[in-house]
């Protein structure tokens, strides 16, 4: 997909980040993905005074994702506090994975770049299926 408006998702994004609840860390995040369908789902980080429990932007995001009508990410953006762009954690590359078309686009410190390129050789449902081969890899 090349019409990707990444001002609209970064926006949404920063949208979201503003309601982030950060007490602890104060490092507020925010999250915003174009779906399959055109919708924009978004989600800010929650902490917890329990500091594990914390839920990162992601999580936010994919529960919005699911809430609003399931589908699939089609493009990412996170940021912080100051609006700059943030690569998500290495939990919620895996989590994102799961909810990613194949390709799907992150903006990245780095540029524009693929969910494969930030988790190559993923584990995903595919590795729990009983008829995996060979074949799939
Ligand atoms: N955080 C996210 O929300 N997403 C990430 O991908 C990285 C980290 C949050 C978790 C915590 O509330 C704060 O950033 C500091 O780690």
Redesign the pocket.
Known sequence: MTDIDWDVLRTAAVEAMER?Y?P??R???G?AALVTDGRIVSG????NASYGV??????GLVSDLHMSGGGSLVAFV?VDGEGRT????G??RQLLYEHAIPGMLLETVSGIRTIDDVLPDAFGPRDLAPERTTEMT
């Open positions: 982030a950060a602890y860390s490092f507020k995040v999250a800010c980080n929650v902490e914390t839920l990162c932007a992601e999580c996170c943030l690569m998500p954690c939990r919620c």
